[in-house]
């Protein structure tokens, strides 16, 4: 265990004029007392080099290995993006819209949405609905909006014909996901939008619908 060294103590700092007396004194007394506390700054500064070279230093190193970190972090992303597309690309994994109609199931019906593993095509991770209300899949009929939560839910509404978006002439079609672990969210076609089952089984890719 290394042992903290005792702190070197700083140096000596000249005595306080008092305020009070600053009025008294003559001009070059001013520049006297000025001086001396010059002086005690730049011994001050000299004690304190080797420490901000240090500091410095310890900086430097802690961005170091934060690179690092952010290396690893990005590389592993990367990896899984191209692990997704070549899955996809190689028909290992099915669009979304293939699996709501798949039979049987690929997912148990139960299943919340939140825990189903989705991805898109081109690769990353997402999550279904908005990210401060994750695990909601939205169905309409051109008039009416209902939410999915579970997976049997989803297969239910799809195989009646309604379509993931909302409903109106304004209404957003699509699905909306969030990439996980931000905020970031966009409105994909359910064919942009691949599973992955459990145990890594995963459900093939079609093409958008």
């Not at 990896?79 to 148990?108: C, F, K, N, Q």
Request: charged content about 25%; hydrophobic content about 35%.
């Amino acid at each position: 265990m290394t042992e903290t060294p005792e702190p070197i103590p700083p140096p000596l700092l000249p005595s306080r004029v008092d305020p009070g007396r600053l009025g008294d004194l003559e001009a070059a007394d001013l520049d006297a007392e000025a001086a001396r506390l010059a002086e005690a700054e730049r011994a001050t500064r000299t004690a304190m080099s080797p420490y901000d070279r240090q500091l410095r230093e310890i900086h430097a190193r802690q961005e170091e290995i934060a690179t690092e970190r952010r290396r690893r972090e990005r590389a592993g992303r990367h990896a899984a993006r191209i692990a997704v597309r070549e899955m996809a690309g190689s028909g290992e994994m099915r669009a979304l819209a293939d699996a709501l109609l798949a039979e049987p199931s690929p997912l148990p019906e139960g299943r919340p949405l939140s825990e189903v593993r989705a991805f898109l095509s081109s690769g990353g991770q997402v999550g279904f609905g908005y990210p401060t209300r994750p695990g909601i899949l939205g169905f309409t009929d051109g008039r009416q909006l209902r939410n999915a939560t579970t997976w049997g839910e989803a297969r239910a509404l799809y195989a009646d014909g309604w379509e993931p978006g909302a409903p109106g002439a304004a209404g957003v079609r699509g699905v909306r996901v969030h990439l996980s672990g931000t905020r970031v969210e966009r409105v994909v076609t359910p064919g942009e939008v691949v599973l992955e089952l459990a145990g890594g089984e995963a459900v093939t890719t079609g093409q958008p619908s």
